[in-house]
């Protein structure tokens, strides 16, 4: 079955660090690769995402990820952290199989960022 | 924001009873879909509803169901209620149909805690 992890749980960094959270997926087929962030007490909202083309991807806010097919992966990233960066971060995947509905969900990596 | 809006806020419920949680999808969108997101977890797909019929299912008892009325709100109904079933549920909603390259914008969501 379909499944998305997130290596790092939990990150703590300090403003103007440079961030990269992990998120790698298992499906042999053609995918597409989101980011969704919520901020503390906000909806879940798409960062970035990824169907085709170039494979690295900028959002909003000054994110971005690249995908890298051979390893399945699609990590965030950030040159330079800022407090209002304290969130949650969720990876997401659906696949292009057949009538699929799915978006498959890592666990999650929340972020603190020190002032 | 995103105009997803979910009610209520928080519920809670004892082990058996039914509940309904309902949510009113951004303006022109005509699919929505429901995840469960328990504490710590991401969120799970419950089943997505296109044009008033479901279109689409995750491994979800049959006590989970819901409709979706002809202005597009949603809602979802558990019976027999668990305690594993204290989660927090969130509505997204989209236009198009539910591709799986679709953006889908979240609601608040809905904290049910069963006792």
């Known amino acids: 079955a379909q499944s998305v992890s997130q290596h790092n749980h939990h990150v703590i960094l300090s403003e103007a660090a440079s961030l990269e959270l992990g998120c790698n997926y298992s499906?042999?087929?053609?995918?597409?690769l989101f980011w969704y962030v919520q901020y503390p007490g906000q909806h879940l909202q798409l960062l970035l995402k990824?169907?085709?083309?170039d494979p690295l991807v900028k959002g909003i806010k000054g994110f971005e990820a690249e995908f890298i097919k051979s390893k399945f992966s699609f990590n965030l990233r950030k040159p330079s952290v800022q407090w209002s960066d304290t969130a949650e971060y969720f990876c997401?995947?659906?696949?292009?199989?057949?009538?699929?509905?799915?978006?498959?969900w890592g666990l999650g990596t929340s972020l603190a960022v020190n002032p | 924001e995103t105009g997803v809006t979910q009610s209520p806020t928080h519920l809670i419920k004892t082990r058996g009873q039914q509940v309904t949680l309902r949510c009113s999808s951004q303006?022109?969108?005509?699919?929505v879909s429901w995840y469960q997101q328990a504490l710590g977890q991401g969120p799970q797909f419950i089943f997505q509803?296109?044009?008033?019929?479901?279109?689409g299912r995750g491994n979800f008892p049959p006590r989970f169901s819901g409709l979706q009325f002809p202005n597009y709100s949603s809602e979802l109904n558990v019976n027999a209620l668990e305690l594993d079933d204290s989660a927090l549920y969130l509505c997204?909603?989209?236009?198009?149909?539910?591709?799986?390259?679709?953006?889908?914008?979240f609601g608040p969501g809905t904290r049910l805690l069963v006792l």
């Open positions: 990824y169907f085709s083309g």
């Open positions: 499906y042999g087929g053609t995918v597409n």
């Open positions: 303006s022109g969108h005509n699919t």
């Open positions: 997401a995947v659906t696949n292009n199989a057949g009538n699929n509905r799915k978006l498959i």
């Open positions: 509803y296109y044009r008033e019929e479901e279109n």
């Open positions: 997204a909603s989209s236009l198009g149909g539910g591709g799986s390259q679709e953006t889908q914008y």
